[in-house]
């Protein structure tokens, strides 16, 4: 498939990795059957991006988080403090009684381990499990396709996921779109690299399902292939203009893809909308997000 998608393109995209899962989904949905129940996703691996609230946070922390957990969230993953200490942070969630059982933060680039290690203790101050790097592939020029700079990325995660192992943290590395770009015009992606460099000991996969798609990348195939080694994946749905939707209301057939959970290792289903709270969307609206998310998620049979 082509590494720059056009609208058009991209929902054809979309449509065609449904279509090509359908029977398994019946498949799946049968043998669910035969057991009794179908699959659903547990509740208490439903957990919310806090970075879809930013806004509502913002305004009001304590509260926002006391809305969160009147949804039904008991976890949630955290991509900062919200000018808070990490101390100040877990006091908050306590209160709400929800836990930040992952966070996003960023490895130094060039690494340093010191500055890694003060997140890691900040990480196990707030009571993480997982800390994940949220953000590579693109620099000031756009998106990277020089495969030396992966490789030497792939090292430094590496190098985090050992320190974050001897801290007792699980580290994990989230995807975006420019990953899937080919480099040095062959036919290996960046995600390639990263992947198929770092230590699965080390480094597991929070798979961002919408980026995949907008990558060109049907989550299904990376399951296939990376089985095991993605513990987390971020919810979010993709619009028929190719933007975002709140989970369930747009084009990603997230029961195809939840019906490989165990083949993937999945642990936590992360509701998340990059756009909520950004005009002209309001912080209610990004409340609303992670309400119909948390929803979705509960209700959904596979």
Do not use: C
Request: hydrophobic residues 40%; negative net charge.
């Amino acid at each position: 498939m082509p590494q720059s998608l056009n609208r058009r393109q991209l929902l054809g995209a979309a449509a065609a990795a449904g279509a090509a899962g359908s029977l398994g989904i019946a498949g799946a949905a049968q043998a669910g059957g035969q057991h009794g129940r179908p699959h659903r996703v547990p509740r208490d691996q439903i957990s919310v991006q806090l970075y879809t609230l930013r806004d509502q946070l913002g305004i009001d922390l304590e509260g926002s988080l006391a809305e969160l957990a009147e949804i039904g969230y008991t976890r949630v993953e955290h991509a900062g403090f919200v000018g808070r200490t990490a101390a100040q942070f877990r006091v908050a969630l306590d209160h709400a009684g929800l836990r930040a059982t992952s966070g996003h933060v960023a490895i130094p680039q060039p690494f340093d381990a010191d500055v890694w290690e003060a997140a890691l203790e900040d990480a196990n101050i707030v009571g993480n499990k997982y800390i994940v790097h949220p953000f590579f592939g693109q620099n000031a020029g756009g998106p990277i396709r020089d495969a030396a700079i992966y490789h030497a990325f792939a090292r430094d995660l590496n190098r985090a996921g050992a320190l974050a192992r001897r801290a007792g943290l699980d580290f994990g590395y989230h995807n975006h779109q420019a990953e899937f770009l080919r480099q040095n015009g062959t036919s290996r992606t960046g995600y390639d690299i990263l992947t198929g460099e770092t230590d699965p000991r080390l480094v597991h996969l929070e798979v961002d399902l919408f980026w995949a798609f907008r990558g060109a990348r049907d989550p299904v195939d990376l399951i296939e292939k990376l089985r095991g080694r993605i513990k987390q994946v971020h919810v979010k749905d993709l619009d028929v203009n190719g933007s975002f939707a709140d989970p369930g209301a747009g084009l990603i057939d997230f029961g195809r893809i939840f019906a490989r959970s165990r083949e993937a290792g999945l642990v936590e289903y992360i509701v998340e909308r990059d756009d909520a709270g950004t005009p002209p969307r309001t912080p209610a609206d990004a409340l609303r997000t992670a309400e119909a998310g948390y929803d979705f998620l509960a209700s959904i049979r596979f």
